[in-house]
């Protein structure tokens, strides 16, 4: 995968022009049900527009998120963001899966504005997506912004199209980590990560 993607790939504003809301009165016609009824009428359009909003990462701009917030600091710590919720859809079935991502990074004297890594986290998860691509994606754009000495990120998921069909399991999470730099080449440096994110 071609790292710099992560970070500067957007889809062209034009494809939003297609419509969605007769392509789910379709769909709904094929499930069964009247699109004309009084509880289905503005339902094809509540779904374009939900739908509009939890695939917005496509369009999103990372640079226009940041928008500017990356200061040169004399630091060259690890700097940890935890519990960072997020919410996201399966590209597999199109159901959702919601959980938490911690993201840290070791400075190289440049630190980013704290209120951005969430929304960077929310780039990436509005998009149909697989938890392992998306857990690798955020640390990407976090290494390109930032040159850091090394990034980490895990992500803990529970998954809906485990829990909804399937082998409809409850309780199951699904853990992903994506370790960079440091994080990946020295050992002390991962387990001082894993334990802050422990630590509650």
């Known amino acids: 995968m071609n790292r710099k993607r992560a970070v500067v790939e957007v889809i062209s504003p034009k494809l939003q022009e297609k419509p969605i809301a007769p392509l789910v009165s379709t769909m709904l016609e094929a ?69 938490k991502v911690n993201i840290a990074y070791i400075a190289r004297n440049k630190v980013i504005g704290l209120s951005k890594i969430p929304r960077i986290v929310d780039v990436f998860a509005r998009r149909l997506q697989i938890q392992e691509r ?22 803990e998921a529970q998954h809906f199209c485990m829990m909804m069909r399937g082998v409809e399991k409850q309780l199951s999470t699904t853990v992903t980590s994506a370790m960079l730099g440091a994080f990946r080449e020295r050992k002390e440096t991962r387990d001082e990560f894993l334990s802050l994110v422990r630590n509650r």
């Open 31 to 99: 499930l069964g049900e009247d699109p004309a009824r009084e509880g289905l009428l503005k339902t094809p359009e509540r779904v374009e527009k939900a739908m509009r909003f939890l695939t917005s990462g496509y369009t999103a701009d990372i640079s226009k998120i940041v928008n500017g917030a990356i200061f040169n600091v004399k630091y060259d710590e690890m700097v940890l963001v935890k519990d960072i919720e997020f919410f996201s859809m399966c590209e597999h079935h199109m159901l959702p899966f919601h959980g």
């Open 134 to 155: 998306m857990t690798q994606e955020i640390a990407e754009c976090i290494q390109d912004l930032l040159d850091p000495l090394g990034v980490a990120v895990t992500a």
